[in-house]
């Protein structure tokens, strides 16, 4: 079976926000290399879904989340859940918003 990579509407608005971002700021070749990297970062996940840190949240529906990084672009996080057909990318976010806050941090 070939694992599978779903992605939650809030991680599709994330991509795209970021391609958007990077294309204004850094050129079209930039945002594209970074969904690419994206892609295969998710990928990679999917091939070995305990790879990324877990993370404990408040929010029950995030029990299982982990964070990884997208390949080359450092400061985006991929925050994603573990699924026994693959992985489910719930968030990409930069390393510099709050994180914590959006994704709702255990004290």
């Known amino acids: 079976m070939i694992p599978t990579v779903t992605r939650r509407e809030a991680a599709r608005r994330d991509l795209v926000a970021h391609f958007v971002y990077l294309a ?10 970074f969904l ?3 892609e295969a970062s998710f990928n990679a996940l999917a091939q070995q879904p305990k790879m990324g840190a877990p993370l404990t949240l408040k929010n029950p529906t995030l029990a299982n989340v982990r964070k990884w990084r997208v390949k080359g ?3 985006h996080l991929v925050f994603y859940e573990p699924r026994p057909d693959g992985v489910c990318i719930v968030r990409v976010l930069h390393a510099a918003s709050d994180w914590w806050g959006l994704l709702g941090y255990a004290d």
Do not use: P, Q, S, V
């Open 73 to 75: 672009f450092d400061n």
């Open 36 to 38: 690419t990297n994206a």
């Open 24 to 33: 204004e700021e850094a050129g079209l070749d930039m945002a594209e290399r």
